[in-house]
């Protein structure tokens, strides 16, 4: 399967602070995702993004598929922010989703 | 996208006894897939269910604790049986909707909202 590693595994920011998250892959996706994952467990949609750039917000995220890693951008954060946020990736069509470990990030006012 | 709606969103059960957690879609889907998230870590698939035929499971996971049943394509249910305290974490249940224009390529997935069991 992929190997999908994320970093930092947990970030403490005050509010209004800016932050990168990271996710390295091990092999070329057809599928990228990134998640929050809210207190009570529920996953949010937040990005597909194979490849290239998006914006929603004040989040943005860039995938470099060459280079194998994608990058989530959350600008300006707020405590509503907080929780985890995934990385998932495919290789193809109908195979398996493999999620990354997850950054826990807290965000104190 | 889609929308998906599972129950319960939490439960507290007996060791020894199951749980039959459901999952309802919005629009018809081909694959719906179950997820187990262990407390703190990350997903990892239990199995995948397509209408129609046995659902097809990972390695480390059998149909006789999870049984899985698919009677439609928009309703899917998961089975925790025998339960014991390491059971207890999220389920979650997953679709991939099909978008663009390049035939089978495009998938983005979308999640319920996550069944919360913890076993005594």
């Known amino acids: 399967g992929i190997q999908v590693e994320q970093s930092p595994p947990d970030l403490i920011l005050q509010e209004g602070a800016n932050s990168t998250l990271r996710c390295n892959f091990s092999d070329s996706v057809n599928n990228l995702q990134w998640f929050h994952q809210n207190p009570w467990g529920q996953l949010i949609n937040l990005f597909y993004?194979?490849?290239g750039t998006k914006q929603n917000g004040r989040l943005s995220a860039t995938t470099v598929a060459t280079e194998r890693y994608s990058l989530l951008y959350i600008s300006s954060s707020q405590t509503t922010d907080s929780g985890v946020y995934f990385c998932?990736?495919?290789?193809?069509?109908?195979?398996?989703?493999?999620f990354g470990t997850g950054t826990s990030l807290t965000v104190i006012p | 996208s889609a929308v998906i709606s599972q129950k319960p969103s939490r439960d507290i059960c007996q060791r020894g006894t199951s749980l039959t957690i459901q999952c309802q879609v919005d629009?018809?889907?081909?694959?719906m897939f179950w997820y187990r998230q262990q407390p703190g870590q990350s997903l990892t698939l239990i199995a995948t269910?397509?209408?129609?035929?046995?659902?097809?499971?990972e390695s480390g996971f059998v149909i006789d604790k999870f049984p899985i049943s698919r009677p439609n394509l928009t309703f899917s249910t998961l089975t925790v049986s025998n339960m014991s305290p390491e059971d207890s974490s999220i389920y979650l249940c997953s679709v991939e909707v099909y978008f663009g224009s390049v035939a089978g390529k495009n998938t983005e997935a979308f999640f319920g909202q996550g069944t919360r069991l913890t076993v005594v």
């Open positions: 629009s018809q889907v081909t694959m």
């Open positions: 998932a990736a495919r290789r193809d069509t109908g195979n398996q989703f493999y």
């Open positions: 993004i194979p490849s």
């Open positions: 269910a397509n209408q129609g035929s046995e659902a097809t499971y």
